[in-house]
């Protein structure tokens, strides 16, 4: 009964057998969907060592601004919190997770705080645009991603 939890509910007892995972770093039992200590702090020394020796430093600390997170959240309000992908292509309502930059920041700085050049997008979305980006005609994509942001503000706005 050691690694069993009892739970009282009226007339009834309940008994939820907690399961375990070997820890892959010190192999210590451990309970499922919960990090050994040993794994969190591995986890934060590593997140620290890349934090350190990134290369886009710079860039990092304007989506920590407040000018950015400000407009991000004008954005968000925009687009109704969104995907405008899901939404105008495949007719679903889904939930925005990013602000999207069409014409990545890379490409021209100037319009990094362009409204015009934002729009929300879903996280799986996101990943897609950025796969097509690399595979296929850039320009051509982000003429319908501006197509889309054109048609939601005809639509929605």
Known sequence: MKDTVL???????????????????????VEQYKKCECEITTRRDSYKEYKKHRQ???????????????????MYRKFMALCIVCLLKDNKIVNATTVHHVIPTEDDDSRWLDESNLCCVCSRCHQLIHNQYESKNKK????????????FEKEYG
């Open 7 to 29: 739970l009282l509910c009226r007339k009834w007892v309940v008994s939820i057998i907690a399961i375990y995972r070997k820890c892959s770093i010190c192999g210590k039992k």
């Open 56 to 74: 886009d430093k710079d860039r990092q600390r304007l989506y920590s601004s407040k000018t950015w997170i400000r407009l991000r959240d004008v």
């Open 140 to 151: 051509e994509i982000q003429n319908i991603l501006f197509g889309l942001i054109k048609k």
